[in-house]
């Protein structure tokens, strides 16, 4: 890879597949920043059969990068590669940026210290399930304010030296699906040395599942590829600067309480820690139901039994993980 970047400061690219009812907003988004901005726009267009490719051919300012579809991790890279900004900026194709997004984006960057850095989201949904991904991540936010470097980037608000984020060879293309090859590349950064810091100024409205079927498949995805990701960085599936502790223990004692029942079919003194777990399971999840319950009191009331469902989605897309990495279908 071409690892000189290029005369301009930034380069913010936008991989998509099949966006044509949310790319005009964002592209609508990204052109309204505020000025004295120095970037370019790329679409990396993932195989789209849509109008995707008919809508950003309509704005002149932004380049269109079309390639079969082989998933955002390569999308991303084939337009880190093709960049002639010395930072390079990803958003999604759901996201719309506010006005100061990537002069946020970049402030941090004066520090040269600096290789990466998030940034935050929010969403103008109106509908429980996209008002409990809202609490969610900032649950997750709170956690990553108390650090003053973090060690995760999601790609939905992620800026990286172009020189690090390639002589690292961008993301890996083994994560097929959007669900573990930014917190992969991120941690790799943070493992060479780097620092990666969190602004939650640099904020783009999101749009998130509005129904629970579809909240749970993306749990669900997630932790399958989660597997890959520890198996790379086994140190991480211990602690992260994102994931809350809780939600570990809870999926812990959700799995334990199902092989206590099983195993109580054998022995009734296993129905007992079968209970027990049952008990720390809910007790694990009070200190989000009161955080949630302070910031939206009806997503507060629905987090028990949202969080029971995410929870079974998450240990059940960790035991598909598992076993596809026991089969070899994953081989690094």
Not at 80 to 105: Q, R, S, Y
Not at 297 to 307: E, R
Request: proline share 4%; hydrophobic share 45%.
């Amino acid at each position: 890879m071409e690892k000189k970047p290029g005369k301009m400061k930034a380069s913010v690219i936008i991989p998509v597949r099949n966006g044509e009812s949310t790319i005009q907003g964002c592209l609508k988004a990204l052109l309204s920043q505020n000025p004295g901005q120095d970037f370019e726009i790329m679409v990396v267009d993932d195989g789209s059969t849509d109008r995707t490719a008919e809508i950003v051919k309509k704005f002149r300012k932004v380049k269109l990068i079309r390639q079969k579809p082989l998933g955002p991790a390569a999308a991303r890279n084939v337009g880190a590669e093709k960049a002639k900004g010395g930072i390079i900026v990803f958003t999604d194709a759901d996201c719309e940026p506010e006005k100061n997004w990537l002069e946020e984006m970049l402030a941090p960057f004066s520090d040269p210290k600096v290789a990466g850095v998030q940034g935050a989201y929010k969403t103008k949904q109106r509908e429980l399930m996209a008002r409990f991904s809202q609490v969610e991540i900032e649950e997750r936010y709170k956690k990553m304010l108390s650090s003053e470097t973090i060690d995760w980037i999601g790609s939905y608000s992620a800026a990286y030296r172009r020189a690090v984020f390639l002589g690292l060879n961008g993301f890996d293309k083994a994560f097929k699906k959007a669900s573990g090859e930014d917190p992969d590349l991120s941690y790799s950064i943070q493992e060479k040395g780097h620092k990666i810091v969190f602004n939650r100024k640099a904020i783009v409205f999101h749009r998130h599942p509005v129904s629970l079927a579809s909240y749970l498949g993306k749990k669900f995805q997630h932790a399958f590829w989660r597997v890959l990701l520890y198996k790379r960085h086994s140190s991480k599936a211990v602690s992260d600067s994102y994931t809350p502790q809780l939600l570990k223990a809870q999926i812990g004692f959700l799995g334990l309480f199902f092989l206590f029942s099983i195993l109580s079919l054998w022995s009734e003194t296993m129905l007992f820690f079968a209970y027990a777990a049952w008990v720390l399971l809910f007790f694990c999840m009070f200190p989000f139901v009161f955080f949630a319950l302070e910031r939206d009191f009806l997503v507060g009331l629905a987090s028990i039994g949202i969080l029971l469902l995410r929870d079974i989605a998450f240990l059940a897309g960790l035991l598909k993980g598992g076993i596809a990495l026991i089969f070899g279908v994953w081989r690094d």
